[in-house]
């Protein structure tokens, strides 16, 4: 703050100076005529070497002198830069300079032309003003410019910095560091600025390791989870073999659904958080198409499934568990959200085999056809009061993608249809 207040003070004294200057030199300026003794002398000089006026002594009269005869043809040029342009008696007139008649007995000789004192003192005094303050006005402009780069270099360059840090830290950048430059007139506003980017980072970091433990958490529970869950599909199989009630068959089977649901929404919640984790793995080898028909018999409990065509005899570069559980999914999702029969066809595409999985049922709106990979993202039509958590198909594409083939929602022959892009061996 000291060498603003420095700069600004040393602007003030040369504006002053200035001022003061031109003060000075506008109050020297003292009108003053011409010694009337000293043009009369002149005169008779003249008058006397009228003939020969280059006899003149000069020494006597340090004023420039043009003399012009009485047909106003130059005679004598005594003159200097003031009288430069002076061609004649009337132009002098015109210029102000004082023209001085030269007469010998009644007869005009001609006339003797001098500048006027008063107008040589003057523009000598106009010539130190403009001296003055053009050096004044150079000077304040070289203080301002001085001035002006220092403002530029102390006040508009730091904050443009701090512009960029915080664009830097809206974009979640917290890495780099806010530099405190010398002389900085704001360096404690920008060290404030700094330590609020520690604290934002220090904070993040906190959040990142809060959420992550959830997760860990989440997926250990998961986990355990599964194993219960899979004694009771086991008892419940058992049950169904020894049990004759038909009753009792019944509610077995009907735990055994509940337990299955459970176990889907358990694994897919799992999936879920190992993805978030960056855990989330694939093992994709070498596996038969018929491994589709396989798939889709083992999670086609209704018997809705129908193939049309046959499969191709091809190879797939595939995770078979990944993909058990994609098939799972969209026969799960197909039964809750349409029950009707569910046509399956095959073709190939590119590098990829391409199986469509097909219902009859409404349909989703084209506006959420985009929407519905999206994590916990749940259908507005047709979705209330039916359970699910919105990680189905989330999980599903995202497999899909990790195994370098791709998951396609859309509309068809009055239906909702997943096509599986599966890529090639």
């Not at 043009?66 to 007139?93: C, K, P, T, V």
């Not at 499969?311 to 559980?325: G, N």
């Not at 009707?340 to 349909?363: C, N, P």
């Not at 259908?379 to 990680?391: R, T």
């Amino acid at each position: 703050m000291k060498r603003y207040r420095r700069m600004l003070a040393c602007m003030a004294v040369v504006l002053l100076a200035g001022i003061l200057l031109l003060t000075g030199i506008s109050f020297s300026y003292r009108p003053k005529s011409a010694d009337p003794l000293l043009l009369n002398d002149l005169v008779q000089t003249v008058r006397e070497h009228w003939d020969a006026p280059e006899e003149i002594d000069r020494s006597r009269f340090p004023m420039e002198v043009r003399i012009f005869d009485q047909n106003g043809f130059l005679r004598y040029d005594g003159g200097g830069e003031m009288l430069s342009g002076i061609g004649s008696a009337q132009q002098a007139l015109r210029e102000g300079c004082l023209c001085l008649p030269v007469t010998e007995e009644s007869r005009f000789l001609g006339t003797v032309v001098i500048p006027d004192p008063d107008r040589v003192q003057y523009e000598s005094t106009a010539r130190r003003l403009r001296l003055a303050a053009i050096l004044t006005g150079l000077l304040f402009l070289l203080c301002c410019g001085l001035y002006g780069l220092y403002v530029h270099r102390t006040i508009i360059l730091p904050f443009r910095k701090m512009e960029r840090f915080a664009v830097q830290v809206a974009a979640g950048n917290l890495d780099e560091p806010l530099m405190l430059e010398q002389d900085n007139l704001f360096g404690s506003f920008t060290h404030s600025f700094d330590i609020m980017r520690i604290e934002l980072k220090e904070a993040r970091q906190r959040e990142n390791a809060l959420k992550m433990k959830e997760k860990e958490l989440v997926a250990s529970l998961s986990h355990d989870l599964k194993t219960p869950i899979t004694g009771i599909k086991l008892i419940c199989e058992l049950l169904s073999v020894k049990v004759q009630d038909a009753y009792v068959s019944g509610k077995v089977e009907s735990i055994h659904q509940k337990a299955e649901q459970i176990n889907v929404l358990v694994s897919d919640l799992l999936a879920s958080t190992l993805e978030d984790l960056g855990e989330l793995t694939v093992n994709c080898r070498d596996e038969s198409a018929a491994i589709l028909h396989e798939l889709l018999q083992e999670h086609d409990s209704r018997g809705l499934v129908e193939e049309q065509g046959g499969i191709p005899d091809c190879l797939l570069l595939t995770d078979r568990q990944r993909l058990s559980q994609i098939i799972g999914n969209l026969i799960s999702n197909s039964y809750k959200y349409a029950g009707t029969k569910i046509d399956v066809s095959y073709r190939f595409r590119d590098s990829f085999l391409e199986m469509a999985v097909q219902d009859y049922g409404e349909g989703v709106p084209a506006d959420e056809l985009d929407l519905l990979t999206n994590k916990f993202y749940r259908g507005k039509f047709n979705s209330e009061g039916k359970e699910g958590s919105g990680l189905g198909l989330y999980i599903a594409s995202a497999f899909m993608e990790k195994m370098g083939g791709e998951l396609i929602c859309s509309n068809r022959s009055g239906g909702f249809c997943v096509t599986l892009l599966l890529p090639l061996s």
